[in-house]
């Protein structure tokens, strides 16, 4: 235990000094957020009702799926897990820390927005807290699991960048976060809750049950996928 805390530990400064993690989990969302909210405010001064849920989805979405499989292909695509088998660390020892490290980094940015969208743009704060940051955990979880899968499976940064951005843009434009669900045409509508932020989206604005007993759903199920991949790595 005290081997795993000391990796993730160096991990978060590693990640600290990644110039990659800076602007993928830090300088690009802050940058989105600071712009666009100014933009959705000034159009529709209703936006201040939804503006800390939908930034707070795209910098999830932004950090996990940009931002943590190059760092995981650069471990797991390369002679660097060698490394981990010389010194007895388990193989899943790089994808924990990883995660871990990426989780804390983007929940940094997640409460600047929260904090300073009152202050700016005279956001209002989601009327049930609790459920919000539950929300926004369970959704950071599903998202950075997503991640390690792409981490995972590509080795290249091009195919790997383009895979993410194919399940990165379709998550933002369809999840409500941009512009209203509703004026998606329906069967977008439907294909739009194949992704975790349009569930995570509706969770944090609308407040319903079921939203977020499906994520931990999807999480479990990802998590699963994710220690097969580590299985065949072994073997390999």
């Known amino acids: 235990m005290k081997a795993l805390i000391y990796g993730i530990g160096l991990q978060f400064k590693f990640d600290i000094r990644s110039k990659s993690m800076l602007i993928t989990c830090y300088l690009v969302p802050l940058v989105f957020f600071f712009f666009m909210s100014g933009i959705f405010t000034s159009v529709d001064p209703m936006a201040t ?64 927005i929260f904090a300073v969208s009152p202050l700016v743009f005279k956001a209002e704060l989601p009327s049930e807290l609790l ?19 792409i981490g995972l499976l590509f080795k290249q940064q091009a195919k790997l960048t383009m895979i993410a951005m194919i399940v990165f843009l379709p998550s933002i434009m369809l999840s409500g976060t941009m512009f209203p669900a509703d004026m998606l045409p329906q069967f977008m509508q439907y294909i739009a809750y194949a992704f975790p932020a349009t569930i995570a989206f509706k969770a944090m604005t609308s407040f319903q049950v079921w939203h977020i007993p499906v994520l931990l759903g999807i999480f479990l199920l990802l998590c699963a996928v994710v220690a097969l991949l580590l299985k065949f790595r072994v073997k390999r």
């Open 49 to 112: 009702k939804t503006l800390i849920s939908s930034m707070t989805v795209f910098t999830i979405t932004m950090s996990a799926l940009m931002g943590l499989p190059p760092a995981l292909a650069e471990i797991y695509g390369t002679d660097i897990k060698k490394v981990y088998n010389a010194n007895g660390a388990p193989i899943w020892f790089g994808i924990i820390t990883q995660f871990v490290s990426s989780f804390i980094h983007t929940i940094i940015v997640c409460l600047i």
């Open 131 to 149: 459920w919000y940051f539950l929300s926004l955990i369970a959704l950071l979880a599903v998202t950075l699991a997503i991640g390690c899968i």
